[in-house]
């Protein structure tokens, strides 16, 4: 079955999941009867292209790679490439599902919101990988969703293509979930494997991580805990059915962890990790990051580097822990073609 | 949508699939649309009981922990109860859903395997948690479930009810796994930690686990590494396309690791563990079973006592490792509950 792809957003994660379709287009089609379309790409600093008889992914990569913009297109006509809104691109597109992949504002989950109420409105299925509405937002947007029969998908928005989502609603179908602990920040597990491992200080630690692109220049989302805090929110919202904002959880991140700490922690025979824990007791749904010294024995203990992990605690399966990789172009861009094949198989 | 079950075997694991069916009946109704009907069990030491019109779940578990048979079931006429082998049962009963979990018999993967293939001959779903027939078989009858427009589900025949191919199948779907690698046998992994962090030698470690019923009272299977064997023949033909017989693969135990041999790999920084490892390497997939020294750093490394894991090297994500539990009544019930629910949602 071929599926009309709409890609708002066109950056990293866009163009991990452009190579992705162009690599595998005979896999895809031949073990999994999967065939993708792209007809509209829109993204704020590329430009817009709408074709609804399908766009060559080879030819936009190579401009995207050459760092053109989508106007220059081969051969398109002026209202293929006429510069248009998000908005207005998911109005007009035939795109039977939009994949979403602007950038996250954690305050106001915007413009992202808006492109996936408008998505569901028209018809169009959506799957994305944007923390801000899936963390803000989720319910609403389900409702809206399944009032309109159709799929809101988001497992790229917690650690990248490696299933959480996925492994809940499939392997795991018919437990109840009761609580979840993970390792969702790549970069401060990185720092602090550094300083465990290598003896290194905190600020030489993030100085390495910003040096091989797993910090931002202002690495403050990652290193207080800010996107673990936006990750747990989803999870407690989404796995555990409670309605936790992100005002409501607390949280702290690693800048004040000394190398101190951290051999001290060693002498005891734990290990510091930055923990993200949710828990479903009484009714209630309780979230909160934290460093947290864990045992060696504990499944997160040994997850070192940039490796995220996430530990379910289920009432028929105990303890579940899956691990992997929680970033990167072609792991998020996976995330979004698991989701797009998810839509696929119902 | 209401599904019709038969039970062939009624022992442990059957009994741990009615259990989650009696506890979780609303449950499954309200979140997943699925309604069971148990309209025939069969087990070669418990009799046979077939009611087209539903088998009451509560009152069959009472007699069976009673240690009484089917044949008592309250007011069962003489036809319902009527003594029949395995074959005849499938052969009479409607269900649209054959569980087999009779014994494993690895040298013959027999009756399993006449079992199985009758019910896809007659129509029927199958699901197993017996490694014979997926472990010998796997392909003839998978063609066999395809040509008839059935499916054929071993969820429980490697890691119990942690989910490795429901993994697989979603959350990895269109990746190509070339390599796994994992724990697979609980018993030789609670022994070889007793071993490591008890500092016992082998002898009173393998008691401990006879004492506690992780191993048997002839514990060759688990200790020399046949079950670990059949299961990696399980993954290598399911996962990586290969057509491994159990005579194909090296198989090495953990009877003749001393406690020194462990110690020797502690100070190392090294740990002792049972490794079953399959690899798809120019067109061709190899395996073995055999006991390696880890580093810690390795996700398996850190996997203790009786829990399972498995790492899966894919082409787009990396390293995907999993852990959980590998065996016991709840969880191999809710590996078979799992594959039916697979089916109810295709």
Do not use: W
């Amino acid at each position: 079955m071929e599926h009309r792809l709409g890609l708002i957003g066109c950056g990293t994660v866009g163009q991990g999941l452009l190579e992705i379709l162009r690599d595998k287009k005979d896999l895809l089609r031949d073990t999994l009867g999967f065939e993708a379309r792209v007809v509209a790409i829109t993204d704020t600093l590329k430009g817009t292209l709408i074709i609804p008889e399908g766009i060559d992914i080879a030819a936009v990569l190579d401009l995207l790679g050459r760092g053109k913009g989508l106007a220059e297109y081969p051969k398109a006509t002026a209202a293929q490439v006429e510069p248009l809104d998000g908005l207005d691109v998911i109005e007009r597109t035939d795109a039977d599902i939009i994949a979403e992949m602007t950038y996250t504002d954690i305050k106001t989950a915007e413009p992202a919101t808006s492109y996936i109420k408008k998505a569901l409105r028209t018809g169009k299925h959506v799957v994305t990988s944007n923390k801000g509405p899936a963390a803000l937002h989720y319910r609403e947007i389900q409702d809206l969703a399944r009032k309109n029969g159709l799929q809101f998908r988001i497992e790229g928005t917690v650690m990248s293509g490696t299933p959480v989502f996925h492994l809940a609603e499939s392997g795991l179908a018919g437990n109840r979930i009761r609580e979840v602990k993970g390792i969702l920040n790549g970069t401060t597990n990185f720092i602090l494997t550094k300083m465990e491992t290598e003896g290194m200080d905190y600020g030489p630690a993030l100085a390495l991580a910003q040096k091989l692109g797993y910090a931002e220049a202002d690495p403050t989302a990652d290193v207080e805990g800010f996107d673990a805090l936006a990750k747990v929110v989803i999870l407690s919202n989404v796995l555990l059915g409670g309605s936790l904002k992100t005002t409501d959880v607390p949280c702290k991140g690693i800048s004040s962890i000394t190398k101190a700490d951290i051999e001290a922690a060693k002498a005891q025979g734990l290990r510091f990790k930055l923990i993200a824990h949710a828990k479903a007791e009484g009714g209630a749904v309780t979230a909160i990051v934290s460093p947290q010294k864990l045992p060696l024995s504990d499944p997160l203990a040994g997850v070192m580097g940039a490796q995220n992990a996430l530990s379910l605690e289920t009432d028929l399966m105990g303890k579940i822990t899956i691990q992997g990789a929680g970033a990167g172009k072609t792991e998020t861009g996976f995330a979004i073609l698991s989701d797009i094949l998810a839509v696929h198989r119902c």
